[in-house]
């Protein structure tokens, strides 16, 4: 697999890393780096060797699952919306125009795409705003 680094570095940013499960934003209960889904439960703690093991297999996937959607994709641009598709998940990355302008290399109009995902529970998120921010910037390195 091509070298997450950058991935990792966003996600751990963006997301923080709690050990005892939350409400995200978007209404999901959540652990760890952001995990959402199999394995997490109310009031059921993690520890920080399963948050880690999570992180690595959830990057994992979603990298794996990016690259089917958008299979040109490599480096930092990989990382960049494998990080999109991991805050949002691969069905929203699936669906989107943002797809389409991966998929075309129309890298400024995936720039103005990517803007537009930063809401949650009808609210726009700073922290959102920021990621999208950081995707970009990784979008042009």
């Known amino acids: 697999m091509n070298d997450l680094a950058e991935l990792y ?11 005892m499960p939350y409400w995200c934003p978007a209404g999901k209960l959540t652990c760890g780096y952001g995990a959402t889904g199999p394995g997490v439960f109310p009031g059921v703690p993690w520890t920080q060797a399963q948050a880690d093991q999570r992180l690595e297999d959830d990057a994992v996937r979603f990298v794996a699952g990016t690259l089917a959607l958008c299979p040109t994709l490599r480096g930092n641009k990989l990382c960049a919306i494998a990080d999109f598709a991991y805050n949002l998940g691969l069905g929203r990355l699936k669906a989107s125009t943002l797809r389409k302008q991966v998929n075309a290399g129309r890298w400024q109009s ?8 930063v809401w949650a529970g009808g609210k726009k998120l700073t922290g959102l705003v920021l990621r999208r921010k950081a995707e970009s910037v990784l979008l042009t390195r």
Do not use: D, S
């Open 9 to 19: 570095v966003l996600i751990k940013k963006f997301e923080g890393c709690r050990l």
């Open 110 to 117: 995936v720039v103005a795409e990517l803007n537009k995902w």
